[in-house]
């Protein structure tokens, strides 16, 4: 089985940090949706599991949703 991370960090200045913190994670949202494609495509029998976490350096990392509902 093969395990493969990509990790990202960014730290904005507290001006605005909620509103561009929501739109990173729209955009992981989005390409963790099409890494789903992508790899699915190549399945064999099992399909490929994918998750997104997000948390900070006080708290410790939560998974979300990737499918917020809104598809």
Request: glycine fraction near 2%.
């Amino acid at each position: 089985m093969l395990q493969v991370t990509i990790q990202m960090r960014v730290d904005f200045d507290a001006e605005k940090r909620e509103d561009k913190n929501q739109l990173v994670i729209a955009a992981a949202r989005t390409a963790a949706k099409t890494l789903i494609a992508n790899v699915a495509l190549l399945a064999d029998k099992r399909k490929p599991q994918v998750s997104l976490q997000v948390g900070d350096m006080f708290t410790a990392d939560e998974s979300i949703e990737i499918f917020d509902g809104t598809e």
